[in-house]
């Protein structure tokens, strides 16, 4: 079992950063790929960025590229995701998961999930 933590949410204007926060309950978190996803209203959970085992390996959907940065800190036990120029249109619940190893972009192949923080951006 991992319980993850996200922390970091808030309200900020358009063009503004955020860093969001996850933090794994697990000892082993270094085995586990991390992705984060976002849900806004009337929509489906999608994709926003994932990252392997060690770091090595990210990927991202093609809305955020260039903007958001996925990264880990094994030794913390915290995966982070830095975005920046953000748009009214990132605003959404945001999730963090994980999965042994590798990533996907496939939200049904993440076995735990943490409980979201809320992302909002004013134009």
Not at 1 to 30: D, I, W
Not at 41 to 55: C, D, H, Q, T, Y
Request: proline content about 2%; charged content about 15%; glycine content about 10%.
């Amino acid at each position: 079992q991992v319980h993850l933590v996200e922390s970091g949410g808030g309200l900020v204007q358009a063009g503004g950063s955020l860093r969001l926060s996850c933090a794994a309950s697990r000892r082993t978190f270094s085995g586990y790929a991390m992705g984060w996803f976002r849900q806004a209203p009337g929509k489906e959970r999608e994709f926003v960025a994932a990252i392997n085992w060690s770091g090595g390996s990210t990927l991202y959907a093609d809305s955020v590229k260039g903007r958001f940065t996925i990264s880990r800190d094994n030794a913390r036990n915290t995966v982070y995701l830095q975005m920046n120029s953000l748009k009214p249109e990132d605003t959404a619940v945001y999730y963090c998961a994980c999965r042994p190893l590798t990533t996907t972009q496939v939200a049904d192949e993440y076995n735990y999930w943490g409980q979201g923080t809320q992302v909002t951006v004013s134009s």
